[in-house]
């Protein structure tokens, strides 16, 4: 692909692929990690203030996946939540009518062809925030709670890996796109189910599994 060119240009492209885009479908593993970094010194030196300015200027003119346009800002958003929790608690039916509206919006706009306005995210994100910080009346069973946890955790780690990585095998059996996510899915439960049973710690570390 890139025949032809010179050293310095195959070193500045190897620098953009594992340092600043990532990894085909996990760059945003490494673009959270870059974000964490970044913020976390911004934070130890009392630049909070332009760590939102950073994240809110990457918010408004962001369209890459990248640290700026994607990492920071939701880091920006999550730290500032996480600063202000006590003042949102109790915002629960605000967030839910906003978010609802919001999603709404993206359904019209999508439904009718208008991708390049699909831009509600960051307020969808920021009221399922908001809703996830009230306080649960109920009690749960502990052992439910963290089977919930990793499993989460190793969908969100791995649907891609199967989603993307049978693509060219089993996928070609299977058209209809929920089958394919129910399969991503399935594959990740069963994934997750065998190296709990089997307590292989070094992958549960990779998954952030408990």
């Avoid at 594992?18 to 490494?30: D, E, R, T």
Wanted: glycine share 8%; aromatic share 18%.
């Amino acid at each position: 692909m890139y025949g032809g060119t010179s050293t310095l240009y195959l070193l500045l492209v190897f620098i953009r692929r594992y340092f600043i885009a990532g990894q085909g479908v996990y760059w945003f593993l490494l673009v959270l990690a870059e974000a964490l970094f970044v913020a976390a010194v911004l934070i130890k030196y009392n630049l909070e203030k332009l760590l939102y300015v950073v994240g809110f200027c990457g918010l408004i003119f962001g369209w890459s996946n990248n640290l700026l346009m994607k990492g920071l800002p939701y880091v920006a958003i999550g730290y500032f939540l996480s600063k202000n929790y006590d003042t949102l608690i109790g915002k629960t039916r605000a967030a839910i009518i906003l978010y609802s509206l919001s999603s709404i919006i993206m359904i019209i706009l999508y439904s009718y062809g208008y991708y390049d306005l699909l831009c509600l995210h960051p307020i969808q994100v920021i009221c399922l925030f908001i809703i996830s910080l009230q306080p649960i009346k109920y009690q749960f069973n502990k052992l439910i709670l963290e089977g919930c946890r990793n499993l989460s955790s190793c969908i969100y780690y791995l649907h891609t890996a199967f989603k993307y990585g049978l693509a060219t095998l089993l996928f070609n059996y299977i058209n209809s796109g929920l089958g394919q996510v129910f399969t991503a899915v399935l594959l990740s439960t069963i994934f997750c189910y065998i190296v709990k049973e089997l307590n292989i710690k070094p992958v549960m570390w990779l998954l952030s599994m408990k």
